[in-house]
């Protein structure tokens, strides 16, 4: 198989793909649904469509003249690549960036999450105010991740000893000046959205207009953007700045590009539900096929998961990390999975995916949309 090094009508090689193959322009590098959309639509609309999801972070670009290995895959519009052994993605063949898309930082990254059973090790900053902890959190790391931080008397009492001494008269008097209070986030994590308060913001990498009497230190190089206003949160205690990035790291543990570190949650009443392991597939129609237990299955995708992975073909060629189980009801659980946890060598490629499991079946929720998977008895 061969594949276009260059746009259509530029003089570039064609190359053969299984071998090293420098391109001369920039290329996307996506994960495989991305890559998919961006082929099916063509060189012209998929250039835009790449542009986009680079700019939401779901894809990124390969600047021109690297020599990047390349594989085969299960399509032939879509190619693997890595460089010295780096995965970088899914490229869409013959679908090339333009000039002016700038290529993402990584922000996908690897970022250690630790996995903690306590809502209480999750907290909100309020500025010079006692901070809120978690009392609720749902959907962790997804497209609609939800929590609840309420500040009451024990934390008011650690703000009020450390801010005003341990002098009754004065430890009265701070107590007096902060009321209980609640906060209540929902974010999205796929696209770095945040909503505190009624306000929502959107993270952006920083740019050059910035202005340079900002209370932001000057090495930040993502800041927060009020999208209703388009107002750059600037870091001061007016502003805010420090809730909405506190609550935003709470919901979405580890997807600031800049994050370096993250916790996530593991309802410690929801142990591992016994009814996801095993083999899980994309259609019904699978079950009436003997052959569907063969290793290398074909004919319909196949997704393997035990309790600490899954894996399969087509979207699944590598293992996933299960990070945090979470029960939903008697019959259902949420179950996030992500590359992102105690390890560094993992490939990159991998975003967070959600699991709703019932009695009935299994849901997957992967860049905003939502498949149901079946396990044949």
Known sequence: MTIPTAAAGVAAPLCTVGQPCTFAA??????????????????????????GLVREKSCQT????????TETTNSGLIVYLTEVGQHLGYMPVGVFAPAATVASPKADREVPLRVTTRLADFTVSAGRAPFARAVSLTGQMAEAAVGIFRAGPAERRDFCSSYAGSEPAALRSCLSDFP???VQGRANCTTRVVTVRDRTYRLFARPTTFPSDSHLDASRRWIWR????????????????????????????????DAERGLVYRDPQATYPSELRGRWFDNQRACADPGRIAE????????????????GNRQFEFPQRINAVR???PQAWQIA????????????????ATYTLTRDGLLLAQEGETSKWVKCR
């Not at 999208?227 to 935003?248: I, P, Y």
Request: some cysteine.
């Open 296 to 311: 290398d299955y074909e004919d319909h995708s196949v997704m393997v998961i035990s309790e600490r992975e899954r894996s």
């Open 226 to 257: 009020n999208v209703a206003s388009d107002e750059w949160l600037d870091g001061s205690v007016v502003s805010g700045e420090d809730t909405v990035d506190s609550t935003f790291d709470a919901l979405c543990p580890g997807r600031r590009p």
């Open 62 to 69: 390969v600047t021109a003249g690297r020599p990047l290995a």
């Open 26 to 51: 920039p290329v996307f590098a996506c994960d495989y649904a991305g890559a998919e959309k961006i082929a099916l639509a063509g060189p012209a609309t998929g250039s835009e469509i790449g542009a």
């Open 337 to 352: 999975g992500s590359h992102r946890i105690d390890v560094q060598d993992v490939p990159e490629i991998f975003g967070t």
């Open 327 to 329: 029960r939903l009801g």
């Open 180 to 182: 209980d209070y609640e």
